[in-house]
């Protein structure tokens, strides 16, 4: 069982200070909150991808190279990457450059975004959101397996003999994850893949979030990747704790009150008792999050939300190092029962243990293959 | 069973709206045979409503009503007019209903104001908008002024209406399918992948 954080990078005011962080000070603050989590053993660090205010949340790898560079252990993960809108030859290199520097601790999850000017910034169209994942990620799972790839789709310019470097390291892809909330095609794309699947249900109830996972179980069978129990199921989740639960209610309140997503909706206490957001003592945190099995089966993969609406770094910090506290019994509870044959995560080692050993990928070229001259004769033809 | 859904949005209790939907749903069920009912009354439904819209996801009573319309063979929708229009909580209620779920639905609009002044509305309002959402709009709108329920004329108005959703009703195959695909279709059949991959290419 892998247990992570991720965050959107959002940059919110702390309603009860009215003080709203610099874009400066928060990166530095998620790259410290990402060095937090490794501390406490937690297992993978992701990050959303934003390109708007308030966010800081673009240039993903930028982020995640400079935390790599100071992590040892740490998966680097997304939450998501836009694959609607980001050329996927990009994410092909981005990815795995990232993949080389850090050793193989890197995967990532997908999804479609939900800020709709996205689409028309990056010369798309919100209407074909499925589709472009559709083929987007066609296209990428190819560039990652295949040296040399002739390709021809609709929303991209064609490739022609086009090789995406580097090669993944020890020519094994970083593993993959869709994710979705509401759209059931994500699902059967992730279950025809044997790609995991991951569903970031802090603002939504159980009992979509166990519609969709069964939809995605049921499907990954079908598809002859195992049985629908092994399939790679991640959640979301999110938590406020303090050793004295009535301590955790006050201090958490006035965030969620006036929190950019759900804030001026709902009471805490109906919110809390319709989704996963669990706001109490380190216990009630612990055997919360223990139950989310009852909805989905045994999973995979557990991400905390804990850097969001306008929290300040310090408690952020004094969050994870509750997390941190629990995490044992945490690691404990969800081993307790879980058969044999339900697999881990996929990891880069146990994908090149899959793969029978790592490889050299690399593609050695005697020339530029492009334009057929070597780098010594390019003055001469430039001129 | 053929089932018939109304929608009531008045506020008050009781309201002139809700007396107006329980005159257009008795004579419905009386020109069709055998029919299920059901009435939803959206001000239980108000603060399920807003979250909504705040939150992206319905309440268990809100998830309910929006499977009953989901449901439904036909439709009976009545508001007060406010401000020139509909309810805010009447339009609220149908822009959180998912895309699709009303393709094809016959609808009867209804109305009730202070004065015939504002029978326009079922015109330049509720019209439009089950058109946009793809219903089948009867000819015959209902518009209830205060003074209107002393008057034999609504009675013919409202057996006018009934009698045409009725009859559209009675054409409804409840095995054809007639809307659009939505989220609970997919989820419990989904379109498999392959042909997910071939549509995302065509043009």
Redesign the interface.
């Known amino acids: 069982m892998q247990i992570g954080i991720f965050t959107v990078g959002d940059v919110t005011p702390d309603p009860t200070t009215g003080r709203t962080p610099t874009e400066h000070e928060r990166i530095k603050a998620t790259v410290r909150i990402a060095r937090k989590a490794e501390e406490i053993g937690l297992d993978v660090f992701a990050t959303g991808e934003h390109h708007n205010p308030p966010f800081i949340a673009s240039a993903p790898t930028t982020t995640l190279a400079y935390i790599g560079a100071q992590t040892e252990r740490i998966i680097l993960s997304t939450a998501t990457t836009l694959i609607t809108t980001t050329d996927p030859v990009l994410i092909a290199e981005d990815y795995a450059k990232l993949q080389h520097l850090t050793d193989g601790r890197v995967d990532l999850m997908m999804g479609r975004g939900n800020t709709g000017p996205v689409y028309p910034w990056f010369g798309k169209d919100i209407r074909q959101g499925i589709n472009l994942a559709i083929e987007n990620y066609a296209l990428l799972h190819r560039l990652w397996r295949e040296d040399v790839v002739d390709w021809e789709g609709r929303f991209r310019t064609p490739l022609q003999g086009f090789t995406s470097t580097p090669r993944p390291l020890d020519g094994v892809p970083p593993f993959v994850w869709h994710g979705s909330i509401r759209s059931p095609e994500i699902a059967e794309q992730a279950a025809y893949y044997g790609d995991g699947f991951f569903h970031n249900h802090i603002f939504w109830p159980f009992s979509h979030t166990r519609q969709m996972v069964d939809l995605y179980r049921r499907r990954f069978e079908h598809y002859g990747h195992g049985s629908a129990d092994q399939a790679i199921v991640g959640l979301g989740g999110q938590f406020f704790m303090r050793r004295n639960s009535q301590d955790a209610w006050n201090e958490f309140r006035p965030y969620f009150d006036n929190a950019p997503v759900y804030g001026h909706g709902p009471s805490l206490e109906d919110f809390t008792e319709a989704t996963p957001l669990t706001v109490g003592s380190p216990q009630q945190v612990l055997e919360r999050t223990l139950s989310f099995r009852d909805n989905v089966g045994h999973y995979q993969r557990q991400l905390f939300l804990v850097d969001h609406a306008g929290l300040p770094l310090k408690t952020v910090l004094e969050q994870l190092d509750l997390l941190g506290e629990i995490l044992p019994a945490m690691r404990e509870g969800f081993a307790e029962g879980r058969p044999e044959h339900v697999p881990d995560a996929p990891t880069h080692a146990s994908l090149v243990a899959a793969a029978g050993g790592p490889k050299d990928p690399t593609v050695y070229a005697e020339a530029d293959a492009a334009t057929g001259h070597r780098a010594e004769d390019a003055e001469e033809v430039q001129v | 069973m053929t089932r018939l859904v109304v929608v009531s949005a008045g506020l008050s209790v009781p309201s002139s709206t809700r007396l107006l939907a329980d005159r257009l749903r008795d004579a419905v069920v009386e020109a069709l045979d055998e029919v299920d009912v059901e009435v939803i009354e959206l001000r239980d439904l108000a603060h399920q409503v ?2 909504h819209l ?4 319905a ?1 268990p009573e809100l998830a309910a009503a929006l499977g009953s319309v989901r449901e439904a063979d036909g439709l009976i929708v009545v508001t007060p007019v406010f401000s020139a229009s509909y309810s805010g909580l009447f339009k609220s209620f149908f822009d959180v209903l998912e895309e699709g779920v009303l393709d094809g639905t016959p609808v009867l609009v209804a109305a009730t104001g202070g004065t015939a002044r504002h029978s326009l509305v079922l015109e330049h309002a509720l019209r439009p908008l089950f058109s946009h959402l793809h219903a089948v709009v009867v000819p015959t709108g209902v518009f209830a002024a205060t003074d209107d329920f002393g008057d034999a004329g609504l009675d013919r108005r409202i057996d006018r209406a009934a009698g045409e959703l009725a009859a559209l009703m009675g054409k409804v195959d409840p095995t054809a399918p007639r809307r659009r695909r939505t ?1 609970e279709d ?2 419990a059949d ?4 392959e042909e ?2 071939r ?5």
């Open positions: 807003t979250d705040l939150t992206g996801f309440g989220v997919e989820l989904p379109t498999p992948f997910l991959l549509r995302s290419g065509e043009v």
